[in-house]
């Protein structure tokens, strides 16, 4: 799985409920001092703590930055 920097990739994220949903994760990331996250995580926050399994489906690695090692 792709280690991730929880920043959000405005070239290729989509617009609307994914970017809010993706900056919620960014701020709780954040205040969580988490640099690098999974995939697997965002997937599950976007599921099961954001109620939007419509969005953990429609998730792609490329929305996010991805972290060099």
């Not at 993706?22 to 599921?47: D, I, K, P, Q, Y």
Request: with cysteine; net charge negative.
């Amino acid at each position: 799985m792709a280690n991730l920097i929880p920043l959000i990739n405005y070239d290729t994220c989509p617009k609307g409920d994914m970017t809010t949903e993706l900056l919620w994760f960014s701020a709780v990331c954040n205040m969580n001092h988490r640099g690098r996250v999974t995939e697997g995580e965002v997937r599950s926050f976007l599921r099961d703590k954001q109620g939007r399994p419509d969005l953990a489906d429609a998730f792609a690695t490329s929305y996010l930055l991805e972290s060099a090692q």
